[in-house]
């Protein structure tokens, strides 16, 4: 099952724009993992941020958590037609063994 | 690059065959996670191998079933496939698992065709 949504499921965006996914999740975490996916070949691990963190950057990428709402963010700045792809929440459990549970994908398409 | 390969890429196969699916995990990586993505959909967790031993299933039937071997490479096994196999299967490599278990790195995946 999955352990939660993303949204928008579908965003379109002009190169240089920034481009903005939500995700939200229905069960304490360990750790929360952003993936990028293109064309349905292998996920591309973006950046890990642990429940006690609450925001982290990496190059264009910002990525928020609020655990008290049970949801994250997702900010590429200045996109690029290059970013075109699908990108996908996955969660690990406190109590589990690391297995992650994905969201069902935001579909981002950035128009040169 | 990722460091894990799968193979193969793609594969077709008639409903009650069976497949086996291979994973090459990255150096220096002990864990390796099997995932079902069905078009349009998430990855779903298979199940997932530590040190050679099976160390967590996901909601899939018996005839799913993989092994780890001494170099932590895996394959994954499905007897009987049905129609409802068809999806890409991703390998996922980390290291360690449960609290300690670190970002998986996945393959490129077997796109698996059942007719």
């Known amino acids: 099952s999955q352990q939660g949504e993303e949204d928008p499921q579908a965003l379109s965006i002009q190169e240089g724009e920034n481009a903005t996914m939500n995700c939200s999740y229905k069960t304490s975490i360990n750790n929360l993992q952003w993936y990028r996916q293109n064309s349905g070949r292998g996920l591309v691990h973006l950046i890990l941020?642990?429940?006690n963190e609450r925001e982290k950057h990496s190059g264009r990428l910002r990525v928020t958590l609020d655990t008290s709402k049970k949801s994250s963010s997702l900010l590429i700045t200045a996109s690029r037609a290059a970013d075109t792809a699908s990108y996908f929440c996955a969660t690990t459990d406190p109590w589990g063994y690391g297995k992650l549970t994905f969201g069902q994908g935001t579909i981002l398409t950035v128009h040169p | 690059e990722t460091g894990v390969t799968q193979s193969p890429t793609h594969l077709i196969k008639t409903r009650g065959q069976q497949v086996t699916l291979r994973c090459s995990s990255q150096?220096?990586?002990?864990?390796v996670s099997w995932y079902q993505q069905a078009l349009g959909q998430g990855p779903q967790f298979i199940f997932q191998?530590?040190?050679?031993?099976?160390?967590g299933r996901g909601n899939f039937p018996p005839r799913f079933s993989g092994l780890q071997f001494p170099n932590y490479s895996s394959e994954l096994n499905v007897n009987a496939l049905e129609l409802d196999d068809s999806a890409l299967y991703l390998c996922?490599?980390?290291?360690?698992?449960?609290?300690?278990?670190?970002?998986?790195?996945f393959g490129q995946g077997t796109r698996l065709t059942v007719v």
């Open positions: 191998y530590y040190r050679e031993e099976e160390n």
């Open positions: 941020i642990r429940s």
């Open positions: 150096s220096g990586h002990n864990t």
């Open positions: 996922a490599s980390s290291y360690g698992t449960g609290a300690l278990n670190t970002e998986a790195f």
